[in-house]
């Protein structure tokens, strides 16, 4: 069975840090992958995804992430973090055919101090 | 608003009590999944639906668990004989038939006492 990790539960950092969070997923096919974020109070709502093409990916807020199909990793990074991204973070995996399931990591914590 | 609506948004039941949520897809959206997320947690898959078909469900899914689908359009989830263990965010979430990311609802918050 597919799964999806996130080595980073609870990150604090303070306003212009850069932030890396890491995800692994284990799926041997052609996967989809997604950044979710999920600020206090509301629903969860899409960062970004890779389907294919470049493996750098850029999505809202300033948010990019990376696909290095050999190590099945789909970090999300942001140069200059701002108080606003106080938020959880998950990353999801999707294969491509056969189950149409998203699997998601337990989530990243994300603290920013002003 | 992402579209996807999700009713009650909080619900505090008794334990051994039967609860039933609803969810209301984007319309055209023809995959519509339940998560289940507990605190610390992230989204747990319960059960999915491609049009009004149940195709999956998960080993999470006891047998006081049950969801439908009529007509392929909106969804309920009914817990029956709830136990505290039960008490989660429970989030809809659903999908269109170009493949594209899931787009979730508010989600509905049980707390079994």
């Known amino acids: 069975a597919q799964s999806v990790s996130q080595h980073n539960h609870h990150v604090i950092l303070s306003e212009a840090a850069s932030l890396e969070l890491g995800c692994n997923y284990s799926?041997?096919?052609?996967?989809?992958l997604f950044w979710y974020v999920q600020y206090p109070g509301q629903h969860l709502q899409l960062l970004l995804k890779y389907f294919s093409g470049d493996p750098l990916v850029k999505g809202i807020k300033g948010f990019e992430a990376e696909f290095i199909k050999s190590k099945f990793s789909f970090n999300l990074r942001k140069p200059s973090v701002q108080w606003s991204d106080t938020a959880e973070y998950f990353c999801a995996a999707l294969p491509s055919g056969g189950s149409y399931i998203p699997t998601f990591g337990r989530g990243t914590s994300l603290i920013v101090h002003p | 608003d992402t579209g996807v609506s999700q009713n009650p948004r909080h619900k505090i039941t008794k334990r051994g009590q039967n609860v039933t949520f609803r969810c209301d897809p984007i319309?055209?959206?023809?995959?519509l999944y339940w998560y289940r997320q507990t605190l610390g947690q992230g989204p747990e898959f319960l059960t999915y639906f491609q049009n009004e078909a149940q195709l999956e469900k998960s080993r999470l899914l006891s047998d006081r668990f049950s969801a439908e689908r009529p007509k392929g359009s909106f969804s309920t989830l009914e817990i029956q004989r709830t136990e505290q263990g039960d008490s989660a965010m429970y989030l809809c979430a659903t999908r269109d038939r170009m493949n594209t990311e899931a787009f979730f609802g508010q989600g509905t918050r049980l707390t079994v006492v």
């Open positions: 799926y041997g096919g052609t996967v989809n």
């Open positions: 319309s055209e959206h023809n995959r």
